[in-house]
């Protein structure tokens, strides 16, 4: 074969394909009924004949592949509005399958074009007389996505006896119909008194509508400025009542919805608390989350300890068995559950192994077991836990090993008593000379030394060994202060300072800044070393350098130095303030609000939902006689 016919070949092979999949596709399209082309010169024309045709067709087979065809357009972006007057002509056809593909088109177009819902305003309202109740749901569905005049002022009347209507399907549509009239025109649902029509649906037979009204009336709640919804005691009762028979959705809606309940007694509380642990067996995760927050809600106004207790253990096993989920499902339970360990550290005692990572998990579900991990840890299984992080400090995942190797340091800065072995470890991963691995291993231990001074000098030595293979800012700002802190043991300290400072001008901020105080220290441990070196730095800090952090503490470690060595080395040596472990320790404000929002996007960001919603309102624990706050304390660390 020669070259050129190679390449015609090669050219035509694709197009081939191409006509292939043209062709299937029409294939598919036909099968569902529609035409072959989906749209073209004299289509519209066309589906007009076909939708006002007069023959004879007793089962309206023309009319819904008609109909079809309009959709399929629709949905593909042709704009199929020229037609409404012959789709409006098609809302007299009782055929359900016809009047879906109706309100289908109505809702597309009408909220740009107000003729065309003006004109379909008479079959509204023939629809919402129908007697069947399928046919009047899907009226007054329809007429609430339809924010046009006309529509809403005919939407009022019907709108009410629907939601007294006697089919529990239609009363539920209405429910939801009410919030969309509310968010379009708030003062004319207040006006109308649809909320309180609301309210008397929480007591309707019908969970379905229970849970629809209670959602209706959630929303409206958040979403006013003025309207606070509040549920007592007895309305609380009824709702959980209907709990068993609602679907998921209908059950996070009611389980929603008792956050607006305030118990009076510790009782009260403890009742509710008791007839929602069931739920916590159900196999949604959305149930799951939402039954715990609201059992924590609820657990803040529990006054004693010896009920608190059984409690805590009982919500133990089920954010483990949602660890058995998809990664995404697991990582916003372990978000969740790191909150709750803040407020109640005791919640998941002895299950550390449940969040030991597997070689499968991605990336961020790993790193979020690992702060639960060092959570857990405690003396007893301290050992088990550094095990298992050495392990982890082995991976391939850079950013999995880095967590680790911190997390190993966090852990001999929580527990004393497993400080040597911590220690032990991080300089075992050290000898290993894997450059991130040795860089996260002399940060952390930085934090170790200002933990525990004058414990761990003799490691130093190790760490110097490693100053040619520091490269980032962290690392090398880490290693400057253990030499500026010990620069009395170490001989050769001015020397290796030295050669920090050949590159000071090139340095972050973060390494000049380390590299300022730790010459000034050395000049007042050891003056005769460090005489060279201050005049130098101090210049540069003063002089050279655009910070004005640099800068100003550059002036001032001069005007110590120059006017009162005793008072700069009382200044520069003082004690440090303590360093804790704890990596996300929120205040207790904001952790209090978070923990009423478990489930949620905002406990996943840990910013309250006013921050990233425009008319969210701020949740607070309802003020009561019960509310007490109780917690039950970690058993504490030994010194």
Known sequence: MSDAKFFQRGKYQPHQTQVRKVVRRKQQIAACGFCGDIIGVGKVHDLRLELTSEKKDPRHQRKKVAMKKVVANMTMGNDMSALYHEVIACMHIPDLEVKKMVYLFLINYARARAEIANHAVN???DDLNDANPLTRAMAIRTMGYIYVERVIESLIDPLRHCLRDRDPYVRKTAAMAVLKLYMFDRSLVEEEKFLDMLKDLLADSNPSVV???????TEVSERSPHIKLKLNMKIAGKLITALNECNEWGQIY?????????????????????????????????VVLVSVKVIAYMMNYVGRTETLEPILRKLSPPLVTLLTSGPEVQYITLRNIQLLLQRWPTILQNQQRAFFCKYDDPIYVKLAKLEV???????????????????????????FVRKAVRSIGRIAIKIELA????????????????NYVVQEAIVVIRD?????????ESIIGTLCENLDTLDEAEARAAMIWIIGQYADRIDNSDEVLG?????FLEDPAEVQLALLTAVVKLFIMRPTAGQELVPKVLKWATEDIDSPDIRDRGFIYWRLLSTDPEMARTVVLSEKPEI???????EKPLLEELLLQVGTLSSIYRKPPSTFIPFAKRRVLGASAALTRLTIAAPPVSR
């Open 373 to 399: 991990i060092l959570s857990l840890t405690t003396e007893e299984n301290a050992r088990v836990v550094l095990a298992e992080l050495v392990e982890y400090a082995t991976e391939i995942d850079v950013d």
């Open 419 to 434: 400080a040597d072995r911590s220690v032990r470890a991080l300089m075992d991963l050290i000898q290993t000379k894997v």
């Open 499 to 503: 050669r920090f400072l050949e590159t």
């Open 580 to 586: 804790s472990a704890e990596g996300e320790k929120l």
């Open 254 to 286: 009611i389980l929603e919805s008792l956050m607006y309940v305030t118990p009076q007694t510790s009782e009260d509380a403890e009742t509710v608390i008791e007839r929602i642990l069931p739920r916590l067996q159900h196999g949604n995760s959305g």
């Open 123 to 125: 079959g509204f309202e």
């Open 211 to 217: 849970a629809n009204a209670v959602a209706a009336l």
């Open 448 to 456: 170790i030394f200002r933990k525990y001074p004058n414990r761990y």
